[in-house]
C-alpha cells in the first residue's frame, strides 16, 4: 500500500481544520486534526505526526506555550508550521530554537499550503507510515439514449424537446426534495402530458438520468461533496436545494472533470444578482444598467453589456467569477437543504466565458467568509439590524468606510437593507463595513430586530430570481 506523511492540524477554528485536512489528504497525507493546544498535545502523543501545523493565537495555550509543552515533555520531535495572521505577534527567535521551522499567512490558498508541507517535509524529514485511508468511488449512473430528432409515428422533435426538458426539471425538483422515486413520478405526470400525442414510448421521449450521490446538507457537509467530485473527476451538475425559508433557494453547480465550471442560482438574494456586481465595480452606473435591461433581448445580462461596449470581456469574467464566489458562499454557509448530482456533459449548459474556478480555492474563500460571518454577526446580527450615526469622525477610515459612513446623517435610522440600497453593496461587504464602523464607534446598532442570524439566514430577506454565473 502507498505510505503516507502524517500531519497534524492544531486550530481552534473548525473552518480551518476541515479546509486544510481536505486539502492536505487529497494531496495523500494522512490528517490528524485537534481543536486546541490541549488536544494537540495528546494527538501528538498518540499519532507521532511527521509534521504540525499550528494556530498560533488559541484560547488556554496559545502557539508558543504548546511549542514549549511539546520540547519539555519531550512529546514529539515533528517540525512545527505556524499559521498565523498579519497582526499576530510571534516571538519568532525563541519559537525556531524549539522546533518551528516555518510559517504562513492566513488567509492562505490550497496551493500555498501544499507548498510549505511539501518543502518543510523534503527539508526536515519523517518517517513514512502505512496507508489508513481508503477512497470510495461513486456508482456510475444510467442514462436512458436520447431520442431523435423525430419518430416513426410522425410526432415532432419539438414536441419531445419540450416533455425532455419538462422531465429533466421535474427529475431535479422531485429528487432535491428527497422523493426517492422521482423518476417513476416525472414519468407519470409527463405520461399524462404525452397522451394526447401520437403515440411513442415513453422511454425514448424522456431521459431521465439517475442521480448517483444525493444527501441531506444535516448530514453530509457540503465541502466534502465538492472534494469527492474533484477527486473523482466527475462531470454533471451538483444541484441544491436550501429549506430554511418560504421560497428556498436553489443553486445549480456545474463540475467537468472535477473542476467547477458554472453557478447558477435562483431566488437568492437581491443584491447577488450580476447586474450588482458591476455597480458595485463602478462599471456602469444605475441608469445605463436600467437602460439595457429594459431593452428586449434573451442573451444574459452579462452578454448585453458587453455588445453594448459598456463593459470589457475582461469586466464580465471577473464579475462573474466574484458572483460565483459570492454564490459558493451562500450555499455552504446553509445548514439546512438537500443535494443531487446528475451526471453528464449534456448537462452543461454551454459556456459564454471560462472564468476559471478552482474547487479548492472556492472553498478556501467561501469558508474564510463563513468564519467571518460569525465574528460580523455579533454586531450586525440580521439584514433588518438599524444603525444610527455615533460619530462623524472621519480620521484613519479607509475609502470604503467613509462611502459607508456617508450614507448616514444626523439621527437618521437605517438597516443594512437601507445601506444595500443606496450604496450598490453586496451583502457580506455591507455588513463587514457595518461591523468595522461599529468597533471604532462611529456608528451604533439600534436594536436586534427579529431572531435570526447571517450564518443561517441564506436563505431569507429580500429575494430576485435570478440566474447566476455560467462558465
Known amino acids: 500500500m502507498a505510505a503516507l506523511r ?32 490541549e488536544a494537540g498535545i495528546q494527538e501528538a502523543r498518540a499519532v507521532k505526526p511527521d509534521l504540525i501545523l499550528l494556530d498560533f493565537v488559541m484560547p488556554g495555550m496559545n502557539g508558543y506555550q504548546f511549542v514549549k509543552r511539546l520540547d519539555a515533555e519531550d512529546v514529539s520531535e515533528a517540525p512545527i508550521v505556524l499559521m498565523t495572521t498579519r497582526t499576530d505577534q510571534v516571538p519568532e527567535g525563541a519559537l525556531r530554537a524549539l522546533g518551528v521551522v516555518d510559517s504562513i499567512t492566513k488567509p492562505f490558498s490550497p496551493d500555498a499550503i501544499l507548498a510549505v508541507v511539501a518543502h518543510c517535509l523534503e527539508k526536515h524529514g519523517g518517517q513514512q507510515r502505512a496507508e489508513t485511508t481508503r477512497v470510495t468511488s461513486l456508482a456510475h449512473a444510467d442514462h436512458v439514449p436520447d431520442p431523435g430528432a423525430g419518430d416513426s409515428a410522425g410526432t415532432p422533435g419539438r414536441a419531445d424537446d419540450v416533455l425532455r426538458t419538462v422531465a429533466r426539471l421535474l427529475v431535479d425538483a422531485l429528487g432535491a426534495r428527497g422523493v426517492d422515486d422521482a423518476d417513476a413520478v416525472a414519468t407519470s405526470i409527463c405520461a399524462d402530458l404525452r397522451a394526447g400525442l401520437p403515440a411513442v414510448p415513453l422511454h425514448e421521449a424522456l431521459p431521465l438520468p439517475r442521480p448517483c450521490l444525493a444527501g ?37 453547480i456545474a463540475v467537468r472533470h472535477g473542476m467547477i465550471v458554472g453557478v447558477r442560482a435562483r431566488d437568492v438574494r437581491s443584491d447577488l444578482l450580476l447586474g450588482n456586481y458591476f455597480l458595485a465595480g ?13 431593452k428586449p433581448s434573451a442573451a444574459p445580462i452579462g452578454q448585453r453589456l458587453v455588445e453594448a461596449g459598456l463593459v470589457t470581456t475582461e469586466q464580465l469574467r471577473r464579475c462573474v467569477g466574484a458572483q460565483a464566489q459570492d454564490l459558493m458562499t451562500e450555499v455552504l454557509r446553509a445548514r439546512h437543504g438537500v443535494f443531487g448530482l446528475r451526471r453528464g456533459d449534456d448537462l452543461i449548459e454551454p459556456p459564454v466565458i471560462s472564468p476559471g474556478f478552482s474547487v479548492d480555492g472556492m472553498l478556501f474563500e467561501a469558508l474564510r467568509r463563513i468564519d467571518e460571518w460569525a465574528v460580523i454577526e455579533t454586531q ?51 455588513c ?25 439566514d441564506a436563505g431569507e430577506g429580500a429575494r430576485a430570481r435570478s440566474s447566476g454565473a455560467s462558465a
Not at 11 to 28: F, H, N
Not at 282 to 294: K, M
Not at 406 to 423: H, N, P, Q, T, Y
Open 432 to 456: 463587514r463595513l457595518l461591523y468595522r464602523l461599529c468597533m471604532v464607534r462611529r456608528l451604533v446598532r439600534i436594536d436586534d430586530g427579529p431572531a435570526a442570524n447571517l450564518v443561517d
Open 380 to 430: 450586525v446580527p440580521h439584514l433588518d439590524a438599524r444603525f444610527a450615526l455615533m460619530s462623524d469622525d472621519i480620521t484613519d477610515l479607509a475609502p470604503d468606510e467613509l462611502e459607508v459612513l456617508s450614507v448616514f446623517k444626523d439621527g437618521e435610522v437605517l438597516s443594512v437593507r437601507d445601506v444595500l440600497r443606496v450604496a450598490s453593496l453586496r451583502a457580506f461587504d455591507a
Open 216 to 252: 441531506d446538507l444535516a448530514a453530509v457537509p457540503l465541502p466534502e461533496v465538492l472534494q469527492l467530485l474533484k477527486f473523482q473527476g466527475q462531470t454533471g451538475v451538483l444541484l441544491v436545494a436550501l429549506t430554511n425559508a418560504a421560497s428556498p433557494p436553489r443553486f445549480e
Open 6 to 37: 502524517r500531519i497534524l492540524v492544531v486550530d481552534d477554528s473548525p473552518t480551518i481544520r476541515r479546509v486544510v485536512s481536505q486539502v492536505l489528504r487529497q494531496a495523500g497525507y494522512d490528517v490528524a486534526t485537534a481543536d486546541d493546544a
Open 282 to 294: 463602478g462599471l456602469v452606473s444605475r441608469a445605463q444598467l436600467d437602460a439595457v435591461l429594459h
